[in-house]
Every structure is written in C-alpha cells, then in structure tokens.
C-alpha cells in the first residue's frame, strides 16, 4: 500500500449524508468525477474546522458536497456562500442540503465566479476567512486576482486540481488554456512572497494559500 492509498484508507469515514450525496451524484448527473473524493472532503473539513470561518466562500458547487464539509467547521456564527452557475444542480442542493446541522447558514448565489467576486462589499458580506476555489480553471488567476482584496487580515484560500492528474509537466504535458492557467498559478503561487503556500498531495492537487 503506498502513502496516498494509506491515507485515504486511514482517516476517518465518510459521513453518511455524504455517502448518500455522493451516490446520487453519480446516479443523477452526467460528470461524478467532479465531486470530492472522500479523503478531500475530509480533508476539507478538518480544514474548515481548523479555521472556524466566519465568513467562507466556495467557488464551484457543484452537487453541495464540499459544500456540506466546509459547512462542518464554519463559525456558529458564519456563513458559507457558494457558488454555481448551472441551476439544474440546484435540486440536489435543496434534497440533501436541509438534512445537515446548519444548513441555514448556506447562502448559494447563482451566477458565475467572477461575477460574484466583483459584487462583493466586504462591508456588506464581510471579509473572506476562507475560499475554496474549484471553479473555472481557466479563469482561476483572475479568481486570484479578485479574491485577494476581499480576504480577511489572514484569510486562507484552498485551490482544487493543482496537479492536473499529473499532466502539467514533462514532455507530454497538456496544452490548452485550463492546464497553461493552472501552471501559471502554481507558478504565480510558488514565487508571490506575500503568499506562504503548501501544496497538499491530496485527490487531483490541493493548494492552501494564506496572506504572509
């Protein structure tokens, strides 16, 4: 068993409303493997509950099951805003979403990721604790961008697919305009000395980024 394997195998299991999501995801939409793997999700909510975010922000919903695992950590007082701009998702959102403790802090906005970041008023919203961005990978540097005024004093930021199953070097490495995005990013994160960064060898590549 290698370290990767290990771990998803050691930690603790998967709640069972997730468990319950994550199959009906596979069951009710066409591209499941865009959901969480289990060990990300945990991972994710040990973050969240490392954290305690007042204000949390996710940048692609999807079927809510990140959703559900930052909700696990966010501040009793907090609220979770999220992210999705296709609304056939949103019945799986409003059937699982209810079933968890303190859902009523989710606040989801319909509408695209840089939309969303450019209507913020952190005196209306607050400042960001926490943003997990999983959305569009080619525009994640203007996410970056964007996000970046509207974080809290140390605000951290979570990034989803960093490692691009591998592809972003060598030889072979993929071309087009998600994985250039992506290089330009994990470049751009490596190097800004106002950022401390670790990578995580977590699902498909998870960045953590907070203010130094």
């Not at 799986?92 to 303190?102: C, M």
């Not at 490495?173 to 995580?200: F, H, I």
Request: glycine content about 8%; aromatic content about 6%; some cysteine.
């Amino acid at each position: 068993m290698d370290l990767l394997d290990f771990a998803s195998n050691s930690g603790s299991s998967e709640p069972p409303l997730l468990s319950a999501l994550r199959t009906a995801t596979w069951q009710r939409t066409r591209h499941g493997r865009l959901m969480s793997d289990v060990h990300t999700g945990r991972v994710l909510a040990m973050v969240s509950r490392m954290i305690q975010p007042r204000i949390a922000l996710e940048l692609g919903t999807f079927t809510g099951y990140g959703t559900l695992c930052l909700l696990e950590g966010l501040h009793p007082e907090g609220t979770l805003h999220t992210v999705e701009r296709n609304d056939e998702l949103f019945p799986l959102h409003d059937e699982f979403w209810p079933r968890a403790e303190g859902h009523g802090r989710i606040h989801r906005h319909h509408g695209e990721a840089m939309a969303v970041l450019a209507n913020w008023d952190v005196e209306t919203h607050g400042a960001i604790d926490l943003a997990y961005v999983d959305a569009d990978k080619q525009g994640v540097n203007a996410q970056l961008d964007a996000l970046l005024p509207l974080l809290s004093e140390e605000g951290w930021m979570l990034f989803d697919n960093t490692w691009w199953s591998g592809t972003l070097d060598g030889p072979d490495a993929a071309t087009g305009p998600k994985p250039d995005a992506l290089r330009a990013l994990n470049e751009r994160l490596r190097m800004d000395a106002t950022l401390e960064t670790v990578v995580l060898p977590v699902g498909d590549g998870l960045t953590m980024a907070r203010k130094a």
